[in-house]
């Protein structure tokens, strides 16, 4: 079964509006979860790196105050795209590691279609 | 610029035949790679990996094969059942246990019975 959960699965706004995306970790502790975008016809890329009870780590290129991440407890981050425009429609990914499985690979959340109208 | 490319978009075979997918990556820092599954409405799930320090990882019906020297690699199901049926991506990271995965755009495989 799913180890990370995300909601919602999909999203439809306006232009303007804020959205936010959970992802969680099921079964595990996850001091650190990573969000990543995924254009059509595109790679996914990584957005950022959310650090449980301290400020997330963002990739070059990726406003930080476009996207902002919570990070409040070891099981939960949230990615909030404030004032969505369509060029942020996209494809938005969480993920997260299991502490307890050294080396062990990244296990993701089912993603959130994000579409702004 | 892409580091890692998969330059097939899309794959059909035969069930019980070979399915090949390929990788290639630029950025030589890469030591770690990954094999991804992606079906509709999922996320990813990790198939197989490989480090550099290998040619070839073998899990059951999967192989990875890495030729660093050609910074290539291959992923090779076989035989190949209906529900391989998925989108395939490559990433890759500079060090075993990265978070830090950089994905191909994946390719597209078709098994038909």
């Known amino acids: 079964g799913a180890v990370v959960s995300q909601h919602p699965s999909r999203v439809i706004c306006k232009s303007g509006t804020s959205v936010k995306i959970e992802c969680r970790s099921l079964?595990?502790?996850?001091?650190?979860m990573f969000w990543y975008r995924q254009f059509p016809k595109q790679s996914l890329m990584l957005m950022a790196t959310?650090?449980?009870?301290?400020?997330?780590?963002?990739e070059q290129g990726v406003e930080k105050d476009k996207f902002l991440i919570n990070h409040a407890s070891l099981t939960l981050s949230t990615l909030t795209v404030t004032s969505a425009h369509p060029e942020d429609s996209s494809f938005y990914i969480c993920?997260?590691?299991?502490?307890?499985?050294?080396?062990?690979?990244?296990?993701f959340g089912s993603g959130t279609q994000l579409s702004v109208l | 610029d892409q580091q890692v490319k998969q330059n097939s978009p899309s794959l059909s075979v035969q069930e019980g035949r070979i399915s090949i997918l390929n990788c290639d990556y630029t950025?030589?820092?890469?030591?770690?790679f990954l094999w991804y599954k992606k079906y509709p409405a999922e996320g990813p799930t990790f198939l197989i990996s490989?480090?550099?320090?290998?040619d070839k990882n073998e899990d059951g019906r999967f192989t990875v094969f890495l030729n660093k020297s050609a910074k290539h690699l291959s992923l090779h199901i076989v035989p190949s059942q209906p529900g391989d049926s998925a989108v395939y991506f490559c990433?890759?990271?500079?060090?075993?246990?990265?978070?830090?995965?950089?994905f191909g755009k994946g390719t597209k495989l078709t098994v038909n019975p």
């Open positions: 993920s997260a590691r299991d502490p307890r499985r050294f080396n062990e690979k990244l296990f």
């Open positions: 079964d595990f502790q996850a001091t650190t």
């Open positions: 959310s650090n449980e009870g301290s400020k997330a780590t963002y």
């Open positions: 950025n030589s820092m890469f030591d770690y």
């Open positions: 490989i480090s550099s320090i290998k």
């Open positions: 990433a890759a990271s500079a060090k075993v246990g990265s978070e830090k995965l950089v």
